[in-house]
């Protein structure tokens, strides 16, 4: 199970840290990350960290904004997003996967869902 938390409102160019933890048992990987969907539009890869060593993922409109880390001890990824942008506004997912089937780029790679928090940028 996966508990998103941190969204809300907040101005164009403010930040904002979302936080997604697992639950149950001791998450093994592949890989964690956070997915976006905004009204009317698709669900959209956003970030990815590999569990085991930490390699990052990111979607090319938020590289040098958001920063994802994870912290093994407590099962928990983490987005830290500044400079926000009014395009940024979305329900952001965490999502993980236990297996390297499919890309990992796409949201039906995943196995498991959290359950969505509101991240709206106010312009």
């Known amino acids: 199970q996966l508990q998103a938390s941190g969204g809300g409102l907040v101005q164009a160019g403010g930040s904002l840290r979302l936080s997604c933890a697992a639950s149950g048992r001791t998450f093994n990987g592949p890989h964690m990350g956070w997915f976006r969907q905004a009204p009317g539009r698709g669900r959209e890869f956003v970030a990815v960290?590999?569990?085991?060593?930490?390699?990052?993922y990111y979607q090319n409109s938020v590289k040098g904004r958001f920063t994802i880390s994870r912290d093994n001890a407590k099962n928990t990824v983490y987005l830290q997003m500044n400079s926000l942008k009014p395009e940024d506004t979305a329900v952001y997912y965490c999502?993980?996967?236990?297996?390297?089937?499919?890309?990992?780029?796409?949201?039906?790679?995943?196995?498991?869902w959290g359950q969505g928090t509101q991240v709206t940028v106010s312009s």
């Open positions: 999502a993980a996967r236990t297996t390297n089937r499919g890309s990992l780029y796409l949201p039906i790679s995943y196995d498991f």
């Open positions: 960290i590999r569990w085991v060593g930490g390699h990052t």
